[in-house]
């Protein structure tokens, strides 16, 4: 079975541009979590969705947003890039079939964003 | 509301020596704890989970952990590592009924020979 697939793997964008990720989930999985990662704040959730509805928000502004669709992929957007989104930004996908917290998560390769 | 104290940020260990990674986490609810390792230029790969039952679970790669709920801890543990085990390893927590997982900062171990 194909793991999570992530495109693209790398993006350079300019301040001010905005920018949009891709995230296939493992063939079955029905949530997709978004995750952003940098040397400073580490591993940070920004939200999941599920049935193509927002289920859980991390706390970031509003610039970031995703979305869902009825196949279960998913794509994250992030508005007025600022030098500080530059980082890699991880998508997972999990079964969702006992509920939530149990579930385990698998994560794809990720997308490495630069803002200049 | 979770959190994971990952005490150590770097581990430095020669090859065929055991090794123990750190990880205490908080929760005011049932937590579940998973260990995550990161490859270099990769995602996330999952090495274990403890999600109820035996306190002892039995990971890939030859790497167990111990939930200990009076410590509030998950150590990882791996009896010989080896050159390949290196990497960065993430403990983290999810509760409650979000599936959201809180990570810890991370524990950069490296192997030497």
Not at chain 1, 70 to 89: I, P, W
Not at chain 2, 21 to 43: D, E, K, T
Not at chain 2, 79 to 104: M, Q, R
Request: one cysteine or more; a positive charge; glycine letters at 10%.
């Amino acid at each position: 079975k194909a793991g999570v697939t992530q495109t693209p793997r790398y993006l350079i964008k300019t301040r001010g541009q905005q920018v949009t990720l891709s995230c296939s989930p493992i063939s079955g999985h029905r949530s997709v979590s978004w995750y952003q990662q940098t040397p400073g704040q580490g591993l940070q959730f920004l939200f999941e969705y599920f049935s193509e509805t927002q289920r859980n928000k991390g706390n970031f502004p509003g610039r970031f947003s995703g979305r869902q669709f009825s196949n279960s992929r998913s794509e994250m957007n992030v508005s007025t890039l600022e030098l500080g989104d530059s980082a890699l930004y991880l998508c997972a996908s999990s079964l969702l079939a006992s509920g939530g917290a149990a579930e385990t998560q698998y994560f794809g390769p990720g997308t490495r964003l630069l803002v200049l | 509301a979770q959190s994971v104290t990952q005490l150590d940020s770097q581990v430095p260990v020669f090859e065929e020596a055991p090794v123990e990674l750190r990880c205490n986490y908080s929760s005011s609810v049932s937590v579940y704890l998973f260990w995550y390792v990161q490859y270099p230029n990769q995602g996330l790969q999952l090495l274990l989970k403890y999600l109820s039952g035996s306190t002892l679970v039995k990971g890939i790669n030859g790497f167990e952990a111990e939930f200990n709920k009076s410590q509030t801890s998950f150590h990882l543990r791996k009896p010989s590592v080896h050159i390949s085990d290196t990497a960065e390893y993430f403990c983290a927590v999810s509760g409650g009924t979000a599936s959201k997982l809180t990570f810890g900062t991370g524990t950069r171990l490296q192997v030497t020979l």
